[in-house]
C-alpha cells in the first residue's frame, strides 16, 4: 500500500497527456476566418441561392444536391426558398458571381484544410475559355 501515492500520480499524468490536445486548442488562440471577397457582381446581385450564413455552413450540400438532381433526374432548375429559381450550374451559377476563385474559394478552403473535389471535373474559371 506504500505505492498508493505513485499510483495516483501515475492515472493523474496519464489523464493529463490523454487530454493534452484538448486542453491545448481550448488555450490555444484561434485563428480568425479568413475575410471573404465578393466580386462587383455579386456585390450588386446582394443575395445569393441561400443566405449567406446557410450558404457558408451547407454550400457543399447544395452543390453534392444539384450534381444528383442533374446528372441522374435531369433537372436544371433550382427554386430557393424566397422561389427564385437558379440553374443548377456550379460553372454559370456560382462561379458567374464568385470568379474570384483564390479570394473566395481556396482561402476558405485552407483555412479548413479542405480540398473540394469539384475541379475534378469543372474548370475553376470557365469564363477564361471563352
Not at 30 to 54: G, S
Not at 109 to 128: G, L
Request: aromatic share 10%; proline share 5%; net charge negative.
Amino acid at each position: 500500500m506504500n505505492d498508493k501515492n505513485k499510483v495516483i500520480a501515475g492515472i493523474v499524468i496519464f489523464f493529463v497527456l490523454l487530454t493534452s490536445p484538448f486542453w491545448y486548442n481550448l488555450l490555444a488562440a484561434k485563428t480568425p476566418a479568413p475575410e471573404v471577397v465578393l466580386t462587383a457582381k455579386a456585390k450588386a446581385a446582394k443575395v445569393c441561392v441561400r443566405d449567406t450564413a446557410w450558404m457558408k455552413a451547407n454550400h457543399m450540400q447544395l452543390l453534392d444536391e444539384w450534381r444528383d438532381a442533374v446528372v441522374l433526374k435531369s433537372e436544371r432548375i433550382y427554386v430557393s426558398p424566397d422561389g427564385k429559381e437558379y440553374n443548377m450550374s456550379l460553372s454559370n451559377t456560382c462561379l458567374d458571381c464568385h470568379s474570384n476563385y483564390t479570394e473566395f474559394c481556396q482561402r476558405c478552403h485552407e483555412y479548413a484544410s479542405i480540398e473540394p473535389y469539384c475541379w475534378e471535373c469543372h474548370i475553376n474559371n470557365p469564363k477564361e475559355t471563352e
